[in-house]
Structure formats: C-alpha cells, structure tokens
C-alpha cells in the first residue's frame, strides 16, 4: 500500500490549495478515505472522510463550506479543494486508508497559510 501526497505549500490568508493524494497496492474503490491533518504542537486532526460506494462526505465543524474531499476512481487519487483557507489552516496534510482494520498514511504534504 502506498499513499503518496501532493500539492501543499505556501499560500496568503483567503487563498486556495487542491492537495492529491495517489494510491496504489489496493483497491481504492473498495475504500473510504480520509484527510487529515497536524499542526506543531498539536494531535493530528480528522479533517475530511469521502466514503467508497456513493461518496458521502463528512467534513469537521472547521472545515465546513470551506474544504472539499472528492475522488476520482479511475485515477486512484484523492483530492482536498482547500478554500478560504486561514492562518490556522498551517499544518501537515496527511491522507489516509483503513484497510482490514490498519491504518495507512501517506508522507505528509505541508501547508503554510501566511502572509
């Protein structure tokens, strides 16, 4: 299994980011996936979950209206479209895949929102 992220970097307060995440060794449309997210000093965070059969979306109360979690099956990838992001944005952007009961993580892609 591997996950590999994309697409973080530094952006001003109310710009935009579109984080992918590439996946391979698995089924990917077999399984829901995950978005996460840590920022220093802080437990890493559950950020967005996009489910495998009929994508539903579930987003945290911070990221409501502002973040959205898509996929794209054919291409065994996982996209977040970061929207209005905010200082308290800044953070490693992790994807995830629970498959059989254990957690998979990507690498990590960082996102800096600054001015």
């Known amino acids: 299994v591997q996950l590999v992220e994309s697409g973080g970097g530094l952006v001003q307060p109310g710009g935009s980011l579109r984080l992918s995440c590439a996946c391979s060794?698995?089924?990917?449309?077999?399984?829901?996936m995950r978005w996460y997210r840590q920022a220093p000093g802080k437990e890493r965070e559950l950020v967005a979950v996009?489910?495998?059969?009929?994508?539903?979306?579930y987003y945290a109360d911070s990221m409501k209206g502002r973040f959205t979690i898509s996929r794209d099956n054919a291409k065994n990838t996982v996209y977040l479209q970061m929207n209005s992001l905010k200082p308290d944005d800044t953070a490693v952007y992790y994807c995830?895949?629970?498959?059989?009961?254990?957690?998979?993580w990507g690498q990590g892609t960082q996102v800096t929102v600054s001015s």
């Open positions: 995830n895949a629970r498959i059989r009961g254990y957690d998979y």
């Open positions: 060794g698995f089924t990917f449309n077999n399984y829901a």
């Open positions: 996009i489910t495998s059969a009929v994508d539903t979306t």
